[in-house]
């Protein structure tokens, strides 16, 4: 009993440790159009970092997630359950950690591009978003905090949007160190 007691306290510990979060301090987005409703998706994730819980680093258990369930796993995928060819990769760009998602479409809904009757202009209502992902800017017009949507002309071969996510702070640790330690040890 006591043993079992132990091992659940050991439980709990662990995963109150382990409520660590991991973010980015901005997305960009950019979709090259191939065909009337197909084309290529790439999401850059720019300044991956892990935000302590409370004081505590949790830092090494973020970037397992983010190995285990993101460029492993299949959350990118879930949440573009109609795109194909999924490529990822992680990476390492001005002293800081990124990732690069690229998936080809075939439906505009499949990347959550929407184009009313498949005419006018192509639509992205930012509120497919995480709540705290802010539009930063574009080559597109957006409709501002009453319509959070960003228009692009009809014509338009390359749609680009930049989101920001968080601001990098004092509780924010960079991954960079753990990508390259991560790197090293798969050579």
């Not at 924010?172 to 090293?184: G, M, T």
Request: hydrophobic share 35%; proline share 2%; aromatic share 12%.
């Amino acid at each position: 009993m006591k043993n079992f007691r132990n091992s659940f306290v050991l439980l709990i510990l662990v995963a109150f440790i382990s409520s660590g979060c991991l973010t980015y301090e901005k997305k960009e987005y950019k979709f090259e159009l191939t065909g009337e409703n197909s084309g290529t998706l790439t999401i850059k994730y720019i300044n991956i970092m892990s935000i302590m819980d409370d004081t505590l680093d949790v830092s090494e258990e973020d970037f397992e997630v983010l190995i285990s369930e993101y460029l492993n796993g299949n959350k990118i995928e879930n949440s573009f359950p109609g795109a194909q060819n999924i490529k990822k990769r992680l990476f390492e760009e001005n002293g800081i950690l990124c990732g690069e998602v690229i998936m080809d479409f075939d439906n505009l809904e499949d990347v959550k591009l929407y184009r009313f009757k498949d005419m006018g202009p192509f639509m992205l209502n930012l509120i497919n978003f995480d709540e705290s992902e802010v539009y930063k800017s574009s080559n597109g017009e957006y409709g501002g905090e009453i319509m959070p949507v960003v228009f692009w002309d009809g014509n338009s071969k390359n749609i680009e949007l930049t989101t920001q996510y968080t601001s990098p702070d004092n509780t924010c640790v960079n991954l960079l160190s753990r990508f390259r330690s991560w790197s090293e040890a798969a050579k």
